[in-house]
């Protein structure tokens, strides 16, 4: 079983940066398949990037060249660089991980992975 609890976010002005941090716990493995999710007021959750764990990436077009996706597979850890952030930003982005690979396909589908954190506030003000 594994346990996810993300920080970092905060309020922020349009342009601003924030980076997102995800941390695991409950296991030992080799490799943790892991990707970013938001959800804002009203709306369905949506993919915002995946990472394979060997590098691979995958990028909602919404967000890519201004987000950056990372994992640290030893400890269990991910990351979320947000650049130029903008007002459509905003919502709650939660960790999602899974022990089995499925694909780039999948990569950005929520009902793919089995482990959720509780989620992190990121709100961008004009």
């Known amino acids: 079983q594994v346990q996810l609890v993300e920080s970092g976010g905060d309020s922020v002005h349009t342009g601003g940066s924030l980076k997102l941090s995800c941390t695991g716990s409950?296991?030992?493995?080799?490799?943790?398949?892991m990707a970013w999710f938001r959800q804002a007021p009203g709306k369905e959750r949506e993919g915002v990037a995946a990472i394979d764990g060997r590098g691979g990436t995958t990028y909602n077009s919404s967000v890519e060249g201004r987000f950056t996706i990372s994992q640290d597979n030893e400890k269990m850890s991910l990351y979320l660089q947000m650049d130029s952030l903008k007002s459509e930003d905003t919502a709650v982005y939660f960790c999602?991980?899974?022990?089995?690979?499925?694909?780039?396909?999948?990569?950005?589908?929520?009902?793919?992975?089995?482990?959720w954190g509780q989620g992190t506030q990121v709100t961008v003000s004009s």
């Open positions: 999602a991980a899974d022990l089995s690979y499925y694909g780039r396909s999948y990569a950005l589908h929520p009902g793919r992975y089995n482990y």
């Open positions: 409950g296991g030992a493995y080799s490799r943790l398949y």
